[in-house]
């Protein structure tokens, strides 16, 4: 699948007739990369309703905020509800559009919950203009033939499961306006398996195919884009059980990777869809 870079002062000669200014194709062998000389505009999501997984803490709280503060209206969906509601006072304090909160643990969620999500969507909202798949469970770095049979159910409901019965039940709402995107947050060893990341690892694999396929499936007949960030090595809670030996302070913090999913959220994508883009820091 092909990469993209971000370049904005000036594309290539060579970039195919389905670029734009700003957006080219790496090589195959290369991973994508972000410019940090792009910056989202004021007002960049202006009327836009965001629903985002994961939002009480790490990333998903980072790119709340940095939605929120570029105009966004954002859904915030956790299953920590202290977590959500001192964001909600962070982000209203700020003078920023007001959030909804909506409590649920993607862990034991059923498509009946889903869809009950999409109803409350549907009735305040009419609409959904971007969908962030940011909540993840690691299970436990272990080899495959010591992996618990309930430990990968679990790390393959809240990663692969989840994300694909929330997103089969938001489609309708993605379809209203004319444009919408959807981003899943994924991971280096979905790219490339590494020994003992087991479930995590393979559902973040399978999260790689899921945004490939949607991308081809929604490209002809929808406004809708599709694409995966990896935003590298940052400091989360999920980065902090996986590595805990490692120095935190050589981290990104969650506040330096909101970029890349305020580029795909805003206008400025627009025909970019299918892609996986990484972090500048995880190459």
């Not at 965001?50 to 915030?76: E, F, H, K, M, P």
């Not at 509800?81 to 964001?87: A, I």
């Not at 959030?99 to 969620?109: E, F, N, R, T, V």
Request: charged share 20%; proline share 9%; aromatic share 8%.
């Amino acid at each position: 699948m092909p990469t993209t870079t971000f370049n904005i002062p000036s594309p290539p000669t060579f970039a195919p007739a389905f670029a734009k200014p700003g957006i080219i194709p790496s090589p195959m062998t290369e991973p994508a990369h972000i410019d940090p000389s792009w910056q989202p505009a004021p007002g960049l999501l202006q009327d836009k309703v965001l629903l985002i997984t994961g939002a009480a803490d790490g990333i998903g709280r980072a790119l709340s905020l940095a939605c929120a503060s570029c105009s966004a209206t954002v859904v915030l969906l956790d299953r920590n509800v202290r977590g959500l509601e001192t964001l909600y006072d962070e982000i209203v304090t700020a003078g920023h559009p007001e959030p909804a909160i909506y409590p649920l643990d993607l862990k034991g969620a059923t498509p009946a919950d889903y869809q009950s999500l999409a109803d409350v969507l549907e009735k305040e909202f009419g609409r959904l203009d971007g969908l962030v798949h940011n909540a993840a469970c690691l299970g436990t770095l272990t080899p495959l033939s010591y992996l618990e049979d309930e430990l990968w159910y679990e790390v393959m409901q809240t990663n692969l499961h989840a994300p694909f019965q929330l997103t089969k039940a938001c489609l309708p709402l993605l379809e209203r306006p004319d444009e919408a995107a959807i981003i899943f947050n994924t991971d280096s060893v979905g790219r490339h398996g590494k020994a003992y990341w087991g479930a995590y690892g393979i559902s973040k694999a399978g999260i790689e195919n899921m945004m490939q396929v949607l991308a081809d499936e929604l490209d002809t007949n929808t406004g809708i884009r599709v694409n995966s960030i990896d935003p590298g090595a940052v400091r989360t809670a999920l980065r902090a059980i996986a590595y805990p030996a490692e120095d935190r302070g050589q981290l990104n913090l969650p506040a330096n990777v909101t970029n890349p999913f305020l580029y795909l959220l805003g206008p400025d994508s627009k025909g970019i869809t299918g892609q996986q883009f990484v972090f500048a820091d995880s190459q």
